[in-house]
């Protein structure tokens, strides 16, 4: 927006100081990103948009050279590994746990080369540095309009103070220079919304640059000047110095002895929600825009889309630290973005289906279906519509599309034929709705029933459409909800089962209480879900141990979560397609454990909220998922949903722990996607048991204790932790609080098994189908030769590990495509091998031109600073035999490699 | 300081914008003074030495034209008559009763023609206006750091406002033009503390200057620009618009029924006090100057305190309305200003009594008389010692010199023999100091007695020096102080008389009972002088009548005075010199009525503090005199210490006062000089009676009931009253409330003799004598002989109703010169006639050149703009027939001249 008001002089001036390298841009993402809560995809997509944007505005002196995350709450390794990847060449950042900043501090390890993917070598790796001083000026030194210090060199002043300044401002130095290996010193001037009026910054530096350097001439060793942190690498890289590496992440960062911060995690899980749909169905849009060109054509609602979701993955947006109003602000950039995403889809589905000059379709999206609110299906109770769904998997996948219904006069909903895109009628259920969703405040329907199919086999990368046809010719058999009677005295428990899967419910409380794989034998486990909570603390950050528990820190007022009910109202619905166990433990939380027939993967679709605070607490829901898994205070969480964290409670590699009372948001981490327990006891692979639990958004969580694996889904409280919202974290919305609705995949198999399994499964999320409605007046038959009703960008799909990540409209017309390697190394025995692919063999257009670049997609290859660092190999990086333009391509185990490519 | 720290460029840049008239001086004090509490001859230094800089830096263009007084809570006709005469064309502010602002938007009188000074015609004539809506922007128009508004016309942003703000604007400049005669409207946009970042003012006006005026096209009448005060009063000056007429004053200023900024006339007694006794001292200095070269030379010591007076005159300076460590830096500055004048002082009189290369004297100044504590006179207690006097007056003046002096081994004072200029001895007494300054919190010293002298007949402009010698031969017969045995039984009063007054105290009370004129048969009055408080209201300022009585506002809880002990400690000292009568109230308030046998004038000095708070109520201490004058709720207070204001309780000039619960503070008026009440049946004007007290600093007070006369001199609060300050005004030292010392002259007579006294009287406060110490080895034969005893400036004295108000540097080695007539029309039979002057009779020094300026002194003639208002005079203004190149020179009554002039 600045540039944009600016006059061609300023611009200029602007480009010049770029040019000359006096200027440059740092981060340089839409937004700067967090780290905890973002996806791997966001924040790619938030890191390109902006470099894209600086290097067509600024040309190669735009492009950023140093990743600038000064104020995100603990980092990543995944980030690390995106910086390193986008061709940065340092990593500066101020947050890390104060006890590991006074270690770095003591042993000089403040600076080091994070080696975030070994796999990649050198691709991955980054020079990183911890601030001295968060990203702050020294005390004493800030001269800014929020603050109150200047420098005074009137020597008639009674103010005059330019003798001390100066004299503070060289201590200062020197102690600094202590907790580095090099004589560099960066001092960071500046901090959050300074700068509104500069010139009070710089009259003052220009002063102490004076004279602090005026003292050299009495033997001063402090050199000061503006410099910029190119400049400031640029002296460590020539120094010559071997540096310490690192190769776990900085999470969980806590600032004090009882502010972790890690309620972030999981704050506003509604937002974090709404912003996971968003991302997905960018991924998707950004695909349709690439592949339709009527879609293409619609650049900038697929711009609103990126730079919404850029800014949604702001360290205070995405972490649901911001105010309330300011985060109704980000619902609204969502919504619009949403808004423009579908008009994308209605453009690409009309292309796809366009036959012999059919009439369009005129879509519906259901953006409400989280709420299982549905204007079109709902207002729909005779006649046909079609249901258009988009997979942007580059395999074929077959989720449940699902869409609500209203019961008629004679009491019962419409019945429904459903036709797919090759004509065969194809099995669906209509369940009740469950209780909670029926008395959700703020649902505007009446829809009481909803009806669900598989849309099996979904063409990869494409569009299929189904047929429903709504009849209300006879009564629906809707599936009825049976209540399970739970009584203490029973002995057998209730037993579920699928293909895969016997779950059995203890009949004394309606719990889950064993899980047991029908095809794996040996595979089983003792599991109870309960939903529990923590009272979040109360108080007034008058000192640490007044800490709050708020929108940043996590703070249980004591270290064991309240159980809530015991005995559980149960019920299930069985169904054709899937059957549900609905387990109501109080008003303001229940779930439903679903599974599919045909499914590895059980579902815990749970509903939280409005949590109550009548008693004046605040509180913190979670789910806990107790197994016998002996898994010896070891987990497993991601980073940023792609890499895997080895976890182990208590612990932290890089330095002691020591006495803290926070036993469990020490033990709090951030689970974008997945979580896991194993048996810690892997001599059979196949018969080592694993639970993993994927997300659907960004929660926090851990093994609290041996066996026990929980994520927390919802948080309400009453005092604000002092870290800068100034609110408390107390979401409410139609008068009482806000309640979330979200899901929980879990998976028990063998170690050996799980990597496959939860891959594919947690890429679906990402890549989630997009389906709309539309009505149509024409038969099932007609609308079948009347209309493609399966079109596919590929030829084959890719083979099972690797994904077809990014898809987007890029420059001149050509595209920005992403393959990615799902897998890790030895994550898998066969999948976390290399994946050679052959793209001309794959993509069903054919491929004009292609060329590989940085992770960013930048138009110039960097060239990247050489460290030298601990145990670094003599080896040069592996090279492989690829022919790019041939589209023979290979991928590493985990690697991301990026392409432009122009398609015919 | 800001011009000093710009380049060149910077300069060229804005001085071409002051030649061109788009950037403009308005006001141009050093500080916007206040109107309540600054004296007119501190107001006219401050804005002299202010426009001086202006014109030295800016040239011709840089005079301002305009009163700029937005801030100041209440407008003195002095203040107006200053502009007049200074060459303005116009005077705007923003503070007025709320009531009078109603009715002049009302009345279309916001605007109007204020003859302050009818007397003097066009002189003292200035265009005056009310601004609309204080000094602010209309409401959603701040475009400031400062505040949040913001002009958004990007129609993509959901912020988008430029339609609603440009209808705002519209429908406030409609508004905005019904309360005033023109189709100008001036709109203010700025506040305190903004353009700190002026750009995002400017950006902002520019876009609503920009989309108001594009309105035209559509029939908008409203035409908005960028203009200054100047602009607009010529377009107001072109409109031929009779404009009505203002004769009184703006005070006192309520900004709604429980705000009546009245507290400030007193708040923080010591520091007004300390800001009368320095500007008394630069007047002095300033003479010293001009006339000694050796004093002269020390420039730097007389802008220090030029410029130190100046800003001690700001609006929220001399009104004690700011932060404690604000008023804590305002008294450093008037410290090192009275540091810089002493050291004139020295200068000038060692030129002064220089004979045959004697030795200079090194004077120690005692600024802490005040407190009765002298360094110099305390350790002197043997030899001889100069005491050297300087008088600023016109005119012979025969002040008490006084110096603290210590008890010695034996138990008594040495004693002292004073030699006058002339060799006589002068007689002395020696006095114990009054209990409760030996008891002071922060005294520093063991001086147990004073000794006073009359230095009688100084000369005029001049020195006098008075040799003591000091002995210990013999014990010195000090003064008794003599306990009166008050008892409510005894009938006969006590009676005390000097050669004009017979005073009696009741002998039940010990309160003054009754004082009468021995000079003047028939003039006798019950007097009965009586210390009592306000209790402070307490409040939140929630609401109106939640106010706090603070620094700015003084709301007492009840509308009557709470009285204190009504028997009071009571004992006398009788000397030579002066009798003293002392009463002791409480503690906390206790006063000495002093009388020369030789005047006819009485002295209470009061000693207020420290104000006791151990009931959680703040306090405000009066002085009140009781007495049978039938004064019919009329009396009279002074403008700024020069123009006397008729005041009538309860009532306003100009609007009426309707219903009001703050009886007192709405009839509380600033005093800096004088107030008197008077006999309303003047018959007989030397029968009718006269109270005429007398204040040394700024107070505030009036007539709340019939007969009596009260001024407030302390006061202590607990709550702040949310105009600004925010900090109660509760002044503390040396861990205790502080305590103030001051004088309250009073003098009663008739009517028709009154201003021949207070006029006299009161200008010696202003021209207070300066003296100091210096140490001499010699006898005081051998000084008389050794140096010139006695100088003056004079050939002759000034008549006896004109004061040489002004003799200063100022440019080139020229002085400035201000000649003041001392008397009003109708003050005084003979002295309120005109009075002409032949300077060149009076002045010692040859006049070589000679030139009459305006009051400010500035070096171009203003060309003042003409205005009809209604019942303007056909005739001209008078003639005089001066000869002003030969001295001659006609001084109409209360007129002041100034005039530049160089002396050989």
Redesign the interface.
């Known amino acids: 927006?600045w540039w944009d008001e600016q006059n061609e002089e300023t611009r200029d001036n602007y480009r010049r100081m770029v040019d000359e390298g006096r200027l440059e841009f740092i981060g340089g993402g839409w937004s700067m990103n967090d780290e905890a809560s973002a996806h791997y995809t966001a924040i790619i997509d938030n890191m390109s948009w902006g470099w894209k944007f600086l290097e067509d505005t600024f040309g190669t002196c735009g492009r950023p050279k140093i990743g600038w995350q000064i104020d995100p709450f603990g980092h990543s390794r995944e980030q690390a590994a995106i910086f390193a990847e986008m061709g940065m060449d340092g990593l500066f950042f101020a947050r890390l746990d104060y006890r590991d900043k006074t270690k770095r501090k003591n042993e000089q390890t403040m600076e080091m080369l994070w080696r975030a993917n070994p796999r990649l070598g050198a691709k991955s790796e980054i020079f990183t540095g911890a601030l001295y001083n968060h990203y702050s000026p020294p005390p004493g030194f800030c001269f800014d309009?929020l603050c109150s210090d200047v420098i005074i060199d009137n020597p008639n002043s009674?103010d005059y103070n330019v003798i001390s300044k100066v004299s503070d401002l060289i201590k200062w130095a020197e102690d600094e220079a202590k907790a580095f290996k090099t004589n560099h010193v960066m001092i960071t001037m500046g901090n959050d919304f300074n700068y509104?009026?500069a010139h009070v910054w710089y009259k003052n530096l220009d002063k102490l640059i004076r004279y602090v350097n005026a003292e050299q001439a009495s033997g001063s060793r402090v050199n000061l000047f503006y410099s910029t942190p190119s400049c400031y690498l640029k002296g460590l890289n020539d120094a010559g110095v071997t540096w310490p590496t690192k190769t776990d992440d900085f999470f969980p960062y806590a600032s004090d002895p009882h502010a972790y911060w890690t309620g972030y995690f999981i704050s506003r899980p509604t937002f974090k929600g709404y912003i996971r749909s968003s991302n997905a169905m960018l991924q998707a849009v950004k695909q349709m825009s690439s592949l339709a060109p009527a879609a293409g054509s619609l650049e900038a609602e697929l711009n609103l889309m990126r730079e919404a979701l850029g800014i949604n993955q702001h360290h205070d947006a995405v972490t649901g630290t911001a105010k309330q109003h300011v985060t109704d602000?980000y619902y609204?950039i969502l919504h619009n973005a949403n808004v423009a995403g579908w008009k994308i889809f209605e453009a690409a589905a009309n292309s796809a289906s366009a036959v012999n000059g059919a009439p369009k379709l005129a879509y519906s999206p259901c953006p409400r279906l989280n709420i299982s609110e549905c204007a079109f299906t709902e207002s729909t109770t005779s006649g046909n519509f079609i249901i258009t769904v988009y997979n942007p998997l580059g395999r074929p996948q077959s989720p449940l599309i699902v869409f609500p219904v209203v019961a008629l006069e004679n009491g019962s909903p419409p019945t429904y034929v459903i036709t797919d895109p090759e004509g065969n009628t194809v099995p669906h259920d209509v369940f009740p709705l469950p209780q909670p969703i029926l008395v959700l405040p703020g649902r505007n329907s009446n829809a009481e029933y909803q009806v669900h199919f598989v849309a099996r086999d979904l063409p990869p990368v494409g569009f299929a459409s189904y047929h429903v046809s709504v009849s209300t010719a006879r009564k629906n058999r809707v599936k009825r909800e049976v209540k399970l009677k739970v009584n203490r005295s029973k002995k057998q428990g209730f037993v579920f089962e699928n293909d895969f899967y016997v779950i059995t419910l203890d009949s004394a409380t309606g719990h889950v209480s064993s899980i047991e794989r029908k095809d794996q034998p040996g595979i089983s486990a003792s599991v109870r879900q309960e939903f529990m909570f923590y009272n979040g603390m109360r108080g007034f950050n008058q000192n640490f141990s007044d800490r709050a528990s708020g929108a940043y820190i996590f703070r249980p007022e004591s270290q064991a979560p309240l159980t809530m009910r015991d005995q559980l109202d149960v019920s299930f619905v069985a169904g054709d397609v899937l059957t549900e166990i609905r387990a109501y433990t109080e008003d303001w939380a229940s779930h439903v454990i679903r599974f599919r027939s045909d499914s590895e993967v059980l579902e815990s679709e749970w509903i939280a909220g409005p949590i109550p605070i009548d008693d004046g607490v605040g509180k913190e829901l979670i789910s806990r998922f107790v197994t016998d898994i002996r898994n010896g205070a070891k987990f497993y969480t991601d980073s940023n949903g792609k890499l895997t964290e080895p976890r182990t409670r208590d612990y932290r590699p890089t330095f002691e722990l020591g006495d803290d009372t926070e036993a469990v948001s020490r033990n709090y981490y951030p689970v974008l996607s997945r979580s896991y327990i194993r048996d810690e006891d892997q001599s059979d692979p196949n018969l080592s048991r694993q639970l993993t639990i994927l997300t659907d958004r960004a929660q926090g969580g851990g093994s609290i204790v041996d066996g026990a694996l929980e994520l927390m889904v919802h948080r309400r409280l009453l005092y604000d932790d002092a870290f800068g919202v100034g609110e408390a974290l107390n979401e409410s919305a139609f008068g009482t609080g806000l309640v979330a609705r979200g899901l929980h995949k879990f998976i028990l198999t063998s170690v050996s098994n799980a990597a496959k399994l939860y891959r594919a499964e947690e890429v679906k999320d990402i890549m989630r189908p997009l389906y709309a409605f539309a009505p149509t007046s024409l038969s099932a038959k007609k609308w079948l030769t009347g209309y493609a009703t399966k079109v596919s960008a590929l030829k084959a799909p890719l083979p099972e590990n690797v994904n077809l990540m990014t898809l987007e409209p890029w420059r001149d017309g050509r595209l920005l495509m992403r393959l990615e390697h799902m897998f890790e190394p030895g994550e898998d025995a066969v999948l976390s091998n290399s994946a050679p692919i052959e793209l001309l063999d794959i993509l069903a257009a054919p491929v004009l031109s292609i060329r590989e670049t940085d992770l960013s997609g930048s138009q110039v290859a960097p060239v990247k600073m050489k460290w030298d660092y601990e145990g670094k190999a003599d080896k040069e990086d592996e090279s492989l035999n690829d022919d790019i333009e041939k589209g023979v391509i290979t991928l590493r185990p985990s690697e991301i490699r990026t392409f432009v490519v122009t398609l015919a």
Do not use: K, V
Request: proline fraction near 14%; avoid cysteine.
């Open positions: 927006m309009l009674p509104q009026d602000d609204r």
